[in-house]
């Protein structure tokens, strides 16, 4: 049981270049999320999909594409990277007990760096 | 709009004294979750701990406990007997059910450091 993997662990791009982070889960959660975080920052949600088939924006959508190709894997595009996208990414996958109660699973992360 | 506020960027404290971690929240809806997690330097995030708004007691997991206070908005991490090994960031994060954005809205942190 790996949890939330992230790939790649790091990645340096020149300003427009595309690439496309990968996320998988194997503990069959429904939705599955992309955040950002920054220096100094907390992490701020990208994208998110509540179940396979469907994404929604949060609250820093621009500039990110994603695609949910199954129930284990979110992928995060970014089209024609920027400066501004240097960060570090996170996946993470929700598990939710009767009552509410759900705990958020992180990847271990992906570190950007846009030149 | 969801908001979590931490005010207080780092905090310096003597290994085995308590640390209490303060966390405001905001927000109009009645059914929402309080998250802590803990961030070490190598980055990862690992949940600590959590508190439902329904929840009739503060919750406690091991060393750490949440002092959940609903009319003040508050729910500070209170880490017992600290150690070197608690030396991290500290982000707190709310969840709220219902319709609207899903995911977590996040402090930006604290920085707790123990000194021997």
């Known amino acids: 049981n790996a949890g939330v993997t992230q790939t790649p662990k790091f990645q340096v791009l020149k300003t427009g270049q595309s690439m496309t982070l990968q996320c998988a889960q194997d503990m069959n959660h429904n939705s599955m999320y992309w955040y950002r975080q920054d220096p100094g920052m907390g992490l701020r949600l990208i994208y998110y999909s509540a179940s396979e088939g469907t994404t929604d924006k949060g609250e820093v959508p621009n500039g990110y594409n994603v695609s949910r190709l199954n129930k284990r894997e979110f992928s995060l595009r970014l089209e024609s990277a920027a400066p501004s996208q240097t960060s570090v990414y996170f996946c993470?996958?929700?598990?939710?007990?009767?009552?509410?109660?759900?705990?958020?699973?992180f990847g271990p992360g992906t570190r950007l760096t846009v030149l | 709009a969801q908001k979590i506020t931490q005010t207080q960027p780092g905090m310096f404290v003597q290994e085995k004294e308590a640390v209490t971690l303060d966390c405001t929240y905001d927000t109009s809806d009645p059914s929402y979750g309080l998250f802590w997690y803990k961030q070490p330097s190598s980055g990862e995030m690992i949940f600590l701990i959590y508190?439902?708004?329904?929840?009739?007691q503060n919750a406690t997991e091991g060393r750490y406990s949440l002092n959940f206070q609903k009319a003040r908005k508050s729910a500070n991490l209170v880490i017992s007997a600290s150690q070197l090994g608690d030396s991290a960031m500290y982000f707190c994060?709310?969840?709220?059910?219902?319709?609207?954005?899903?995911?977590?809205?996040f402090g930006k942190g604290t920085h707790l450091i123990i000194q021997p």
């Open positions: 994060a709310m969840r709220v059910s219902g319709g609207g954005a899903d995911g977590l809205t």
């Open positions: 993470a996958s929700i598990f939710r007990l009767a009552g509410g109660y759900n705990e958020q699973f």
């Open positions: 508190q439902g708004s329904y929840d009739q």
